[in-house]
């Protein structure tokens, strides 16, 4: 069992910076790729962002460029910094990972999620 555990949430105005953090426990040798998916009310989940163990990424066209994504191996952490961020980000975000090194398709294992609320 994989246990991911998200932070950094919370309230931020238009064109503000946020950086969220996952850190995930248990049976860290079933973990490859590392995720950031998202929910706003009445949308499907839908990626953010991937990254390989060794570093390849993929990113959601309407994020790339705003949102960067990045790892520590050695602390088995996943981060999300976002940039320039717009009302429509608003969403709770959820952390992901999987034993596939696949950067398209999430894996088994979901965090309880993080509120990220952007407003004036």
């Known amino acids: 069992q994989v246990q991911l555990v998200e932070s950094g949430g919370g309230l931020v105005q238009p064109g503000g910076s946020l950086r969220l953090s996952c850190a995930a426990s248990?049976?860290?040798?079933?973990?490859?790729?590392m995720a950031w998916y998202r929910q706003a009310p009445g949308k499907q989940r839908e990626l953010v962002a991937a990254?390989?163990?060794?570093?390849?990424?993929n990113y959601a066209d309407s994020l790339r460029g705003r949102f960067t994504i990045s790892r520590d191996n050695a602390k088995n952490t996943v981060y999300l910094q976002m940039n320039s961020l717009k009302p429509g980000d608003t969403a709770v975000y959820y952390c992901?990972?999987?034993?596939?090194?696949?950067?398209?398709?999430?894996?088994?294992?979901w965090g309880q999620g993080t509120q990220v609320t952007v407003s004036s």
């Open positions: 992901n990972a999987g034993p596939r090194p696949r950067l398209t398709l999430p894996g088994d294992y």
């Open positions: 248990g049976s860290i040798s079933s973990i490859s790729a």
């Open positions: 990254i390989s163990i060794g570093g390849r990424t």
